[in-house]
């Protein structure tokens, strides 16, 4: 029988046992023994090869599988910037083919740089390296046997605080009691934290469909709206507000000055990301934090605004700024400057999962966002597979399972998938 770290283990096992000193030694090698036994042996990093990557759209959301010769795969997800992606997914994925999925940051390396005059900057094509890399990262720690959080170096905590969207602007043109109300229900589902949109195209009040100029009127109906929600949640509840970057520079100002008495755990976006000058510029006239970047790519899109000191918490998107890893990347780079990462969130709970992993592995991880549609419509249980609540008491609870810890429903997922695109063929 040729000689293995289990045969040898269990000889030295067996020499000790015959020793004076047995009952102390008898024990020697076992805990790596029991390891070895546990270590999946289908995941050998040798023999484990890339065959397939397929794909499915639903919604605004891009969800890849990539699959191996040993009936493992890895799931991961992108959002917003994926329409018309179906090509890119397709080439992207022939590349793979035959390949050890195990190096991650390699691929994602190499998949940017090779893209240098194909869009790899930014936009569609980075989202889409997005959804391979949370996949790949899902598929190591499956052949691995490891949470994705201990293959990005370990976990801070074992839980990460969301706040609740709470996607008022469903509801057209709401009046301050309807923020209230919302606020109030947010609460008594257990959130800490609360986030409202203040934007309007369709306020009665404003002049000009086009001009993001707010008017009086405007400008009195966003702080009516806030300070109901500070009434009625008292002091101690966060509240987030968003002006999604439609407001210019002026509007932006007051917008953030007129806020700082309802103490707001940030105003985010109130104007467009392409700026840093002008954000920099809001930040420095206001006590209100300032928060972006959600439309932000790769961590050399954050490097300007942090070195300007032109924002103060920061909100990439972990579904479309380039994935696991270089999330990690631009959180880490964001804790040289002191600022909180407070990762933009509008995906699955497979998304969600995924940026939990990273926001459990860096230090200066602030709040997760969540969506209140995710409580309340059926699509987002149906469309993935997980055992326990989504969020309790206003928190995510990590996975310890191997990869993300989420798997999607396929089934689930074709009822509510895209028209007209092939779906994981």
Known sequence: MPATRRSF????????????FAAVTNTFGQGLTNALDKTPRHSSPSDLKITDVKCGYSGGGLFVKIFTNQDIWGSGEAVDAVGGTYYLVQRLGRLLKGRSPLTPNRIFEEFRKGAFFGGGQSGMYVAVLSAFDAALWDLCGKALGLPV????GGKFRDK????????????????????????????????????????S???????????????????????????????????????????????????????????EPLNLMWLEEPVPADNIDVY??????????ICGGENFYLAYGYTRLLEQAAIDIIMPDLQKCGGLGEGQRIANLANLYYTPFSPHMVGSFLGAMASAHVCATVPNFHILEWQTLSDTEPKWKEIITYDKPFIEKGFLVLSDKPGIGVELNMEGLKKYATPNIPFFE
């Open 9 to 20: 283990l269990s000889k030295a096992a067996l020499a000790a046992a015959m020793t004076p």
């Open 149 to 152: 959080h201990q293959l990005l």
């Open 160 to 199: 990460v605080r969301v706040y609740c969207d709470t996607e008022l602007y469903a509801v057209r043109n709401p009046k301050p009691e309807d923020y209230a109300k919302a606020a109030l229900q947010a609460v008594a589902n257990g959130y800490t934290a609360v986030k409202f949109d203040i934007d």
């Open 201 to 259: 195209a369709t306020d009665p009040n404003k002049f000009d469909r086009y001009n993001w100029t707010a008017s009086n009127a405007e400008l009195e109906r966003m702080y009516e709206s806030i300070a109901a929600v500070r009434k009625a949640v008292g002091p101690h509840i966060d509240i987030c507000v968003d002006m999604h970057g439609r407001y210019d520079a002026p509007t932006g100002r007051k917008v953030a000055k007129m806020m």
């Open 280 to 289: 920099k510029t809001i930040t420095q006239e206001t006590s209100t934090p």
